[in-house]
């Protein structure tokens, strides 16, 4: 059974940090890109940051270079995306989607995780 649970989100001050972990199970991790999407309220969903396999290419929103950082521990079937200097725009629920590169067709997607940027 393919999960994608996703951990690490909550209420946080403006200019402050978070770090979202997603735990794979049930399909072969390491043959998937992963990435973090998120959702406002009234909004799209919009993808944040995504990471190859290896973890050797990452690509980032332009809202969010510089700030957040996404990463994987293929050991242990993971993904993180560190998140600095958090506005009050980046409150959202945050989802983490595997996709395989081979075949697409084959891509999970998590619960999702809330986020909240608030002073």
């Known amino acids: 059974q393919v999960q994608l649970v996703e951990s690490g989100g909550g209420l946080v001050q403006p200019g402050g940090s978070l770090r979202l972990s997603c735990a794979a199970s049930?399909?072969?991790?390491?043959?998937?890109?992963m990435s973090w999407y998120r959702q406002a309220p009234g909004k799209e969903r919009e993808l944040v940051a995504s990471?190859?396999?290896?973890?050797?290419?990452?690509n980032y929103a332009d809202s969010v270079k510089g700030r957040f950082t996404i990463s994987r521990d293929n050991a242990k079937n993971a993904v993180y995306l560190q998140m600095n200097t958090l506005k009050p725009e980046d409150t959202a629920l945050y989802y983490c989607?595997?996709?395989?590169?081979?075949?697409?067709?084959?891509?999970?997607w998590g619960q999702g995780t809330q986020v909240t940027v608030s002073s």
């Open positions: 049930g399909f072969r991790f390491n043959w998937y890109a």
């Open positions: 989607h595997a996709r395989n590169p081979i075949s697409p067709q084959y891509n999970y």
């Open positions: 990471i190859t396999t290896g973890g050797g290419t990452t």
